[in-house]
């Protein structure tokens, strides 16, 4: 008598199982009426067969019950039951195994159609590019974007530039003393010019060559940098010469920007936020988008300094919470919404595929050296006088001692070899941590042991939190440049720090508690995490709003359609830029 066991080792492995359903072709394919049929066959071709598979099945069951019900059952009674039943299943058993032959045939042919179509589309693809990279003109209809509003939007670029250039003329203009050459006060550690130097180069120069690991994506990282932080510069002298107008109760009789050095460098400081943002989303990001996206967040930016540092009168020279925790948390909660556009899993993986190429991240790591050189002078450049020095050397200490615990953790977390994503960005994490008004206050001892604790934590982050956060979390949000565990966290942790330590009170080294902290010790610790959490809110908030308007914007467009991570979106390349190798059958591409 046939067993269950008979049963399932005849379902006939070399035959495949009839599917539940056919795999999706994206929209941007032509329709072909032989594929549609090919698929209606064989989903029709692949109920029959369960339908069979569920007959035999069924009849084996009823056979075993007839058979336990016979009381006693006969020699002779048995066999014949067992002949009926052995000539029932074969008929279906036959019926069964010739609808899977002819369903393993449609199988195939449907593949190899759906194989051809793909191959056909990888040739055009590239060929494609190729005519571009020759100016020659092509007829493939695919390749034709049509014109939408964001092809447009260079005409709104230039008036938003021609009413910036004239609220200059009217808003903007220089004081007649001599003093505004000066080096600050008596107590400080160098002149603004020369901090202004150091906190540009960093910006400008560093947060962008941080981005040029980038393979197919190293123009976009560095230019739109560039670009943003040109846009931002400006505009925020203006944003903040609306929030000091606030400040002052002046609405009613608007007072002008007497501008000095120092209001370069809280321009600059708007930028360097706006390019820690933009470190989360490159690569995810159209030169439109990015430009609203910048405008937006130079505002927020602007509020949130207003309230912590002109009301609230938080201590926070280097930024730990006004500039690296709020641009991190703004460009992570945008990047939510921007990833959507994007099957996830080709999006990590396309964004780890730019990370192989070895002189690109050689470039990146000079960049982190240069940043790393000029983090002190960041973090200096606006702490209260008498107090820089003490800032200058915290920092450096702190940013010592976290490259080598960044070196060491990477090293025994990395299976004995070093990680370069490790060396890039988590030497910088201890400089973040150090960016506040702790820094004026701690000992140098207290400076390395924090430093110390955030490179070895920015490690770990690189290692388990960011691959956790693109494919396990909820939001699966991907950090191109891994922006939370240099700046996001690091910032948290400086913010705390300055918390703790300035409500401990101690010596302020001959100054008067007052001269640097507005609010006196130990009352300004409060005001110091206050901070930590308002910037959070405004961040995640306006941030979140942020890359929604861009996502329903994107909806309304072509410009979810382009690949990310690639320069060729947006410039024209040289004749030497990586070609993308538009792997379209590699698993998890189509959604």
């Known amino acids: 008598m046939a067993t269950i066991e008979d049963y399932e080792e005849s379902r006939f492995t070399e035959y495949p199982e009839p599917p539940e359903k056919t795999r999706h072709v994206p929209d941007e394919y032509p329709k072909d009426g032989y594929l549609e049929g090919l698929d209606r066959f064989v989903l029709e071709l692949s109920d029959y067969v369960r339908d069979w598979q569920k007959e035999e099945g069924k009849k084996l069951i009823e ?134 130097i150091h906190i540009s180069l960093l910006t400008f120069f560093g947060f962008g060559g941080l981005l040029v690991f980038l393979r197919r994506g190293s123009f976009s990282g560095i230019g739109f940098n560039f670009f943003v932080c040109a846009l931002v510069a400006q505009l925020a002298l203006l944003t903040n010469l609306l929030f000091y107008n606030i400040y002052q109760n002046r609405l009613s009789g608007w007072q002008s920007l007497e ?101 690109l991240s050689f470039v990146t790591l000079a960049s982190s050296a240069f940043v790393f050189v000029l983090m002190p002078s960041f973090n200096a450049a606006l702490a209260p006088d008498g107090s820089q020095y003490r800032v200058t050397v915290n920092t450096f200490v702190a940013m010592v001692g976290g490259a080598c615990f960044a070196f060491f953790v990477s090293k025994q977390l990395r299976r ?37 604790a955030v490179g070895m934590a920015s490690v770990i982050f690189f290692a388990f939190l960011q691959p956790w956060l693109e494919k396990r979390s909820p939001l699966k949000v991907f950090d191109t440049r891994g922006v939370n565990n240099v700046h996001g966290i690091p910032g948290i942790v400086g913010g705390f720090a300055s918390a703790i330590a300035l409500s401990q009170g101690g010596s302020t080294y001959g100054q008067p508690a007052t001269d640097i902290f507005p609010r006196g010790l130990p009352t300004q610790g409060g005001y110091q995490a206050a901070c930590i959490f308002i910037s959070l809110g405004i961040s995640i908030v306006a941030g979140f709003a942020t890359g929604f308007v861009l996502w329903v914007l994107r909806r309304m467009t072509s410009v979810r359609r382009q690949r990310p991570f690639q320069d060729s979106n947006e410039f024209n390349p040289s004749y030497d830029y990586p070609a993308d190798p538009f792997d379209f059958s590699r698993e998890g591409y189509w959604h």
């Open 416 to 452: 004995k070899s070093f990680h370069i994503t490790d060396v890039h960005f988590s030497i910088l994490a201890a400089g973040v941590a150090m960016a506040s008004g702790h820094s004026a206050l701690i000992k140098p001892g207290g400076a390395l042991l924090i430093g110390c």
């Open 63 to 196: 056979e075993s019950d007839k058979l336990k019900t016979m009381k006693p059952p006969s020699a002779e009674g048995e066999r014949e039951e067992k002949r009926d039943y052995s000539a029932g299943v074969a008929s279906i058993k036959k019926r069964r195994k010739n609808y899977r032959a002819v369903l393993k045939d449609a199988m195939d042919e449907r593949q190899k159609f759906f194989d051809s179509m793909l191959q056909q589309k990888q040739e055009q693809e590239l060929v494609r590019l190729k005519l571009e990279r020759l100016k020659v003109p092509t007829n493939d209809r695919t390749s034709i974007r049509e014109k939408t509003i964001m092809d447009y939007f260079f005409l709104v670029i230039f008036a938003f530039e021609i009413v910036i250039t004239l609220i200059f003329f009217t808003c903007v203009i220089f004081t007649d003393s001599t003093t505004q050459n000066h080096v600050g006060g008596r107590y400080r550690a160098d002149d603004y010019y020369s901090y202004l």
């Open 259 to 359: 501008i000095n050095i120092s209001d370069l460098i809280l321009a600059v400081y708007a930028s360097a936020t706006v390019s820690i943002s933009f470190g989360a989303l490159c690569g995810k990001i159209h030169f439109v988008e990015l430009f609203l996206f910048a405008i937006a967040e130079t505002f927020f930016f602007s509020l949130n300094y207003y309230i912590n540092i002109w009301l609230l009168k938080v201590v926070d020279p280097g930024g730990a919470m006004t500039i690296h925790l709020f641009g991190s948390f703004y460009g992570l909660a945008a990047s939510y919404w921007l990833s959507k556009s994007y099957n996830r899993d080709e999006l990590r993986h396309l964004g780890h595929e730019n990370y192989t190429s070895y002189p």
